[in-house]
């Protein structure tokens, strides 16, 4: 229940700052919180997925000012996409008819993209891109992408385990207590 009130508030936080004029997120910030809202919107199988995929890659190309820093962000927000996806997975996708119901009332949702890669947002701030860019290329609609998210995720599960069990094991020592282990060793 904490994780869907944080993920709620995530979305709060998200779309009163997203576009405020002071806003106190840096850009990375920002695109992690995107990110993981995307993750989510992923676990739970949102309908509206794809669109909010497409409205936040234009995000990180429009707001960013350089590639290197739009990189950075590209980074932040698929670090936040797979660590949401990896939580709601380790929780067994539960809650998701709350999260749904929080991630497709977004007022992102409300948000124009143009052709040329301009944000109209929801409160009317127009976002401009530092070059203008084909908006129909940032994303191709995915039907398998759940399916493909979940088995990378059981692949990487799989594989950590695999590593873990082919560790070298170290034995714990306290020295503190070396006397008295020399005492239960017996």
Do not use: W
């Amino acid at each position: 229940m904490k994780k869907i009130l944080f993920f709620i508030a995530t979305i709060f936080l998200f779309d009163q700052t997203a576009n405020a004029a002071s806003n106190q997120l840096t850009y990375e910030e920002e695109m992690y919180l995107l990110g993981t809202m995307s993750g989510k919107g992923l676990a739970c199988k949102s309908q509206k997925y794809h669109q909010f995929e497409l409205l936040a890659r234009a995000l990180i190309v429009s707001k960013a000012p350089n590639a290197e820093i739009q990189q950075r962000g590209m980074r932040e927000y698929t670090s936040g996409k797979v660590d949401a996806f990896t939580e709601s997975e380790l929780d067994n996708f539960a809650d998701c008819a709350q999260i749904l119901k929080a991630f497709n009332n977004q007022k992102i949702f409300q948000s124009v993209l143009y052709a040329n890669g301009k944000i109209k947002m929801y409160d009317g701030t127009i976002i401009t891109p530092r070059q203008p860019y084909d908006a129909s290329k940032l994303y191709v609609k995915d039907r398998e992408a759940f399916r493909k998210a979940d088995a990378a995720y059981k692949n990487s599960l799989a594989q950590a385990q695999k590593n873990a069990q082919n560790m070298k094991k170290v034995p714990l020592t306290d020295a503190r207590y070396e006397s008295y282990a020399q005492q239960f060793s017996q």
